[in-house]
């Protein structure tokens, strides 16, 4: 079977994202919205088969790298079979697989020795309960709540919660123009392909469906945060979070609003990856994960 993928585009979304729904997967990756914010940065491309399927690679330079086929999980064998012809004959190369999820791993039911398989911890995704996360009620969510009534206490008759749209645009990237400058030495490389897919997403909000809010302080945007959902695990996945760190409890804060106002019925909360950064995997184990999505890499033997 002859392959033919071309570049993921606001075009395409619509026609792809049923496929997303077909099978239980934990991971960020489980929504189309996260392979659209990064397809630039890791060169995203698919292939449609008939009806049932996606196939999709990721193209940087001479590398090559596939995802586990889009699908029902008992369509996972056959599918991935035709994603490994095409690696062996038309790429002249063995396939390797990246962000796999256990599910659907367990799906492909691979006889043993055939890949090597290989956790990639910096890619885990934190889950959490969702409703602790809106209440932020027991022991374990003290500090958290203490933060928000801090926020709230100094706050309370100046912010404004928004849900976002594309004419906001123009305020969001100043935000987050404003936000990097905070960072200053600790941004690098994967931020700024961060930017780049937040702007791409910025311009096709409407057509991708995202969910996007943001808090205003005295009629400024001070933090601003994005996600999607994914239907079938009644899960929310929050893409982007950025606020000021300079104002106590504006991260919980938002956080909690977001998903009590948009997410009323999710059951879990990804809020994906560290990507390796220990203030990063500090901040994302301060909310409590019930579970970790693993994810793993796969190489043909």
Not at 20 to 49: H, M, P, Q
Not at 126 to 135: F, G, H, I, N, P
Not at 145 to 154: P, T, Y
Not at 166 to 176: H, Q, S, Y
């Amino acid at each position: 079977m002859n392959l033919h993928f071309k570049s993921l585009e606001a075009s395409d979304v619509e026609l792809l994202r049923p496929y997303f729904g077909l099978r239980t997967n934990k991971t960020c990756d489980s929504v189309i919205l996260d392979s659209f914010l990064w397809k630039d940065f890791y060169g995203c491309e698919f292939a449609l088969l008939d009806e049932r399927a996606v196939l999709m690679q990721s193209h940087t330079g001479e590398d090559y790298e596939a995802s586990l086929p889009i699908c029902r999980a008992e369509d996972m064998p056959r599918y991935f079979d035709i994603m490994e012809q095409h690696f062996n004959r038309d790429l002249g190369r063995k396939m390797k697989v990246i962000f796999a999820d256990e599910d659907g791993i367990a799906a492909l039911n691979l006889v043993p020795g055939r890949y090597t398989i290989v956790e990639d911890p910096d890619a885990a995704d934190y889950v959490y309960d969702a409703e602790s996360l809106r209440t932020l009620s027991g022991k374990k969510y003290h500090k958290k709540k203490n933060h928000v009534n801090a926020f709230l206490r100094e706050y309370g008759e100046r912010y404004e919660y928004r849900r976002l749209i594309r004419a906001d645009r123009d305020t969001i990237w100043e935000f987050l123009s404003r936000w990097r400058e905070q960072k200053g030495d600790e941004a690098d490389v994967h931020l700024d392909g961060e930017a780049e897919g937040i702007h791409e997403v910025l311009r096709h909000m409407e057509v991708l469906g995202t969910y996007v809010a943001g808090v205003y302080i005295d009629g400024r945007l001070e933090a601003f945060t994005m996600g999607s959902y994914n239907e079938r695990d009644k899960m929310a996945i929050i893409h982007i979070e950025k606020a000021n760190a300079e104002i106590r409890g504006l991260y919980p804060f938002i956080n909690q609003q977001f998903l009590v106002h948009e997410f009323p019925d999710a059951v879990l909360v990804n809020r994906e990856d560290d990507v390796g950064l220990p203030a990063l995997r500090k901040a994302k184990e301060s909310y409590s994960p019930i579970f970790m999505a693993k994810k793993y890499t796969m190489i043909q033997n």
